[in-house]
């Protein structure tokens, strides 16, 4: 398994809701990362995971809430977002920091409304 | 200022007319320099990773190359499937896991 799945593809939600973005990787991978990309924008890192424990939070608002489960296993927890958060959401991982290339999911789409 | 800049912003070709795309970087301390294809509302698909100067990947049509100060694309005898927009990315001494990435070049390839 050579892949990075995110769920949901697709994402609508209101400011007052409270929604969390997945995201799921078996290579064996021991980093991950959060990234978020505006249109015609590169992307732009959130959070990153190494060995189960956050290492860096490239200053998120606290709306921003993200997990780490299990070395397999990512999430990212939304509440109270406001519509310019509206982006492509894109979970990554890699074999540890600053080792191997990034491998990336398809994202999420996601607006709020 | 560590820095990534792509040129050209945009490329259009015609099918089997071989083009490079230019990825220079000023950065303190380079890690490692990634080459990746975008297409519209996907993630960013791993193409190469270069890690010193006189390096070179190849993948199909695609060839990467490496010098101290910059990095380039060739595509050779491209198709109307390499249309893409084309990420480069540099791992560079700040923080761990950061890349900092260049603005692409979105590449249109007619049959």
């Known amino acids: 398994d050579t892949e990075v799945t995110q769920t949901p593809k697709h994402l609508v939600m209101g400011m007052t809701n409270k929604k969390s973005l997945k995201c799921e990787q078996h290579?064996?991978?021991?980093?991950m990362y959060w990234y978020k990309q505006k249109a015609k924008k590169p992307p732009e890192l959130m959070f990153v995971?190494?060995?189960?424990?956050?290492?860096i939070n490239e200053s998120v608002p606290s709306r921003f809430s993200p997990e780490c489960p299990n070395s397999s296993l990512l999430n990212l927890h939304l509440h109270a977002l406001q519509p310019e958060d509206s982006a492509l959401y894109l979970c990554?991982?890699?074999?540890?920091?600053?080792?191997?290339?990034?491998?990336f999911g398809s994202g999420t789409r996601l607006t709020v409304v | 200022e560590d820095q990534v800049t792509q040129s050209p912003e945009a490329l259009r070709l015609q099918e089997g007319e071989s083009s490079s795309l230019n990825c220079s970087y000023t950065?303190?301390?380079?890690?490692?320099l990634f080459w990746y294809r975008q297409d519209p509302g996907k993630g960013p698909e791993f193409l190469f990773t270069?890690?010193?100067a006189g390096e070179e990947k190849e993948k199909e049509r695609l060839k990467a190359t490496l010098t101290k100060k910059e990095s380039f694309l060739h595509i050779t005898a491209p198709k109307p499937e390499d249309s893409a927009t084309y990420l480069c990315?540099?791992?560079?001494?700040?923080?761990?896991?950061?890349?900092?990435f260049g603005k692409g070049t979105k590449l249109s390839v007619k049959p």
């Open positions: 990554a991982s890699s074999q540890e920091v600053r080792r191997g290339g990034y491998t």
């Open positions: 290579m064996g991978h021991r980093a």
């Open positions: 995971y190494s060995y189960e424990k956050l290492s």
């Open positions: 950065v303190s301390g380079l890690r490692g």
């Open positions: 270069l890690y010193s």
């Open positions: 990315a540099v791992d560079h001494g700040g923080s761990q896991g950061n890349l900092i």
